[in-house]
């Protein structure tokens, strides 16, 4: 059964960079698309970013488009977040979470919470001064 683990939150101030990195564990990431989701206090989940299976395609929601980019290694099951120029409007736990059938939407928009199967527990982000 596939697992989720993300890790690399923290506290950071304003305009700092964040790397975050989601690790899977009992089975293979090579067939799935892979989403960042956060959720800030008080706030619904939105999704974040998506990225394919092949790492062909990726797609951002606006507000983070030219400062988070996302990646991944399928040899070493990890998909990573890189945030730069972090607004205290970022601050949220993120959660990575991947879905085995829904990575035809990602070239399109984010992939919304219904596509993902699979999710991990989340990291937390504060980005205040």
């Known amino acids: 059964q596939l697992r989720l683990v993300e890790s690399g939150g923290g506290l950071v101030q304003p305009g700092e960079s964040l790397t975050l990195s989601c690790v899977a564990s009992?089975?293979?990431?090579?067939?799935?698309?892979v989403g960042w989701f956060r959720q800030a206090p008080g706030k619904e989940r939105e999704a974040v970013s998506c990225?394919?299976?092949?790492?062909?395609?990726?797609n951002y929601k606006d507000s983070v488009k030219g400062r988070f980019t996302i990646s991944r290694d399928n040899a070493r099951n990890t998909v990573w977040l890189q945030m730069s120029r972090l607004e205290p409007e970022d601050t949220a736990v993120y959660y990575c979470?991947?879905?085995?059938?829904?990575?035809?939407?990602?070239?399109?928009?984010?992939?919304?919470?219904?596509?993902?199967?699979?999710w991990g527990k989340g990291t937390a982000v504060t980005v205040s001064s």
């Open positions: 979470a991947a879905g085995d059938r829904i990575g035809y939407v990602c070239p399109y928009s984010v992939i919304p919470e219904a596509g993902m199967n699979v």
């Open positions: 990225i394919t299976a092949s790492s062909s395609h990726t």
């Open positions: 009992g089975g293979s990431l090579d067939y799935y698309a």
